[in-house]
């Protein structure tokens, strides 16, 4: 069975730093795109960032220059390095990755990780 499982969240003050880890485990062949997504109270969940296999990535307008995706596809990990934190940026952090095994392909999603920005 495939687990993916976040980890990095916490309490930071506005104008902060974070870094969000998400880690994919199991019989994985490979991983092909990888995501964070956010979820504020009373409000949908919404595409934070993206990032294939070959590196390429794309990023909300709320939160472009201020976060960075990667991965390192030998650990079949993403990163989620956030900096300049807003209040705004309060949310669960969910992974999202799109797992190969031997017998199917899948998007799996991450039990959250909460993020709180105070002033």
């Known amino acids: 069975q495939v687990q993916v499982v976040e980890s990095g969240g916490g309490l930071v003050q506005a104008g902060g730093s974070l870094r969000l880890s998400c880690a994919a485990s199991?019989?994985?062949?490979?991983?092909?795109?990888m995501a964070w997504y956010r979820q504020a109270p009373g409000k949908q969940r919404e595409l934070v960032a993206s990032i294939t296999s070959g590196g390429s990535t794309n990023y909300a307008d709320s939160v472009k220059g201020r976060f960075t995706i990667s991965r390192d596809n030998a650990k079949n990990t993403v990163y989620l390095q956030m900096n300049s934190l807003k209040l705004e940026d309060t949310a669960v952090y969910y992974c999202r990755a799109w797992v190969l095994t031997t017998v199917t392909g899948n998007y799996y999603w991450g039990q959250g990780t909460q993020v709180t920005v105070s002033s």
């Open positions: 199991g019989s994985i062949v490979s991983i092909n795109a």
